[in-house]
């Protein structure tokens, strides 16, 4: 009798201790689902307030694409940096795509000399700079009939297994030259070669925004001449579009600072433009952490001004107004 109720004793326990075993495990379980739960809650308000940074911060851009695009709107305008909150501003960069050279327009017979004349001032050879040249026209023009011994046509991209080249149609990309032969060459003379051209502007080069380095190698300027030109159009603070610049108001005044005359002056007069036609607007939005940039060009010599591109691109670092 003792022996069976100490085995019922001995149950009931073992009973007892599995049930409380069962709960443990249930409050564990829902213990982990309620943090998931908080966690997961978390993320998502953390994703959603993300998302409407980067909302605000585009709609902030867009605001400073409004503006910069009003007729009445010039470089340097107060109005093209505005603070609307604590947290949230836009600045815009206004400028024209004439303040680099249009590739496309120096890939003619009349324009060579102009592109040889870039590529010596970076060093290149005259004798390379022709075969470069060359090169690129061969890779423009329909035919496939070779310039110059030293330039390339298809057979020669065949023979090194590039049958679909070249394109033999003007450039729709800068990354395009990096196809053509002997690009390497012009990467090594001028890593930032880019930066010297376009393929979008009127083909004119825009003497009130183009840079120092520009203008020096498409005129034939020294670069000192071309420095202190730049320096003249940005005033006393050195700084581009601001309020105290002295944008050059006739070419005669921008070739005498070039130092350019005689022969020379009257070859370079019909590149060069006072105001550039196609207006780039880059306007970059901040609203706490977000940033958004946009990228907009604007036709304005045909009537009414119309938007040819509208990009959004990467910002990085952040910058108080
Ligand atoms: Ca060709």
Not at 73 to 92: A, C, N, T, W, Y
Not at 117 to 138: C, E, K, Y
Not at 276 to 293: F, K, M, N, P, V
Request: net charge negative; charged share 20%.
């Amino acid at each position: 009798m003792l022996v069976n109720n100490r085995l019922h004793l001995c149950r009931t326990s073992a009973t007892s201790g599995s049930v409380l075993l069962a709960v443990l495990c249930l409050v564990a379980v829902l213990s982990f689902l309620i943090v998931s739960a908080v966690s997961v809650s978390k993320q998502h308000g953390d994703m959603q307030q993300a998302r409407q940074g980067v909302m605000r911060a585009r709609q902030l851009a867009e605001m400073g694409v409004a503006v910069a695009a009003h007729p009445m709107i010039q470089p340097g305008d107060p109005l093209l940096r505005r603070k609307v909150s604590g947290i949230e501003h836009f600045e815009v960069i206004l400028s024209t795509e004439e303040s680099r050279l249009n590739l496309n327009a120096l890939l003619t017979e009349k324009r060579l000399p102009l592109l040889e004349r870039i590529f010596t001032s970076w060093g290149i050879s005259p004798a390379d700079a022709q075969s470069l040249v060359a090169t690129l026209m061969d890779w423009t023009d329909a035919d496939d009939l070779k310039r110059r011994p030293d330039s390339a046509e298809k057979l020669d991209y065949t023979m090194l297994g590039l049958s679909d080249r070249p394109l033999n149609r003007q450039l729709a990309s800068l990354d395009e030259v990096d196809l053509m032969l002997r690009a390497g060459e012009i990467q090594a003379a001028q890593p930032d070669w880019r930066s010297f051209f376009t393929l979008r502007g009127n083909g004119q080069l825009d003497v009130n925004m183009a840079s120092a380095e520009v203008l020096a190698a498409a005129t034939g300027a020294s670069l000192e001449n071309a420095q202190q030109l730049v320096q003249q159009r940005s005033g006393q603070d050195e700084l581009p579009q601001t309020k105290d610049g002295a944008p050059l108001e006739s070419l005669e005044e921008a070739l005498a600072l070039l130092g350019l005359a005689g022969q020379q002056a009257a070859e370079v007069t019909p590149l060069l433009t006072l105001h550039g036609t196609t207006l780039r607007i880059e306007s970059i939005g901040t609203a706490g952490d977000a940033r958004c940039g946009i990228a907009v060009l604007v036709r304005k010599n045909e009537g009414t001004p119309r938007i040819t591109e509208w990009r959004e691109f990467a910002v990085e670092g952040t910058r108080q107004l």
